[in-house]
């Protein structure tokens, strides 16, 4: 078995181990693989209608995100989305958003407009149905939005989203 194989069956056990988010049913497109993240998503939703758009449209797709918390980004990156498999006529994205200390208003805040931008680039790609693997994936990114260095790259739309749900919660740009 192929090391992305063995991930994306950790993922799908891990997700289905998880609460169902963002809507009531298991079947939800974004899911949660921890209660932390589980938790912020349901905050994302209760705080932000723009955030419930965006989960609306990506329930509309062929996209199924995962959504962790993680300690494993590097430098300064908030948030990531990664390209995990496909089959059966989906496709599996799996975003992970910065762990943090989520008592904090403002941290909260941050970690829900980086889940927004995170999600915006899923809808991205449930807007591309020509990448169905890691290398179109990263060939969409390569030819689709700007590089900011190294392997990271960063799209208007997603960049605009974030800002929006931030907004929304904040009545402030960051």
């Not at 891990?14 to 589980?38: E, H, K």
């Not at 909260?108 to 809808?123: F, G, S, V, Y």
């Not at 790259?153 to 960051?174: K, Q, S």
Request: positive net charge.
């Amino acid at each position: 078995m192929s090391r992305h194989t063995i991930a994306l069956l950790v993922a799908l056990l891990a997700a289905r181990a998880a609460p169902a988010v963002a809507n009531t049913s298991a079947l939800g497109r974004v899911r949660a693989v921890d209660p932390a993240a589980s938790r912020l998503v349901q905050e994302a939703a209760a705080r932000s209608p723009t955030f419930r758009e965006l989960v609306a449209e990506i329930e509309a797709s062929d996209v199924i995100v995962y959504v962790a918390e993680s300690d494993a980004l590097r430098g300064d990156v908030q948030g990531a989305l990664r390209f995990m498999g496909s089959g059966a006529g989906e496709r599996y994205l799996r975003v992970d958003v910065r762990r943090g200390d989520r008592a904090s208003i403002t941290s909260l805040k941050r970690a829900i407009a980086t889940l927004a931008h995170e999600l915006m680039h899923a809808l991205e790609i449930a807007g591309a149905g020509h990448v169905v693997d890691r290398m179109s994936f990263e060939s969409f990114y390569r030819n689709q939005a700007n590089r900011l260095r190294g392997d990271i790259f960063d799209t208007p739309a997603a960049v605009e989203m974030g800002e929006r749900v931030h907004f929304e919660m904040t009545g402030r740009r960051y």
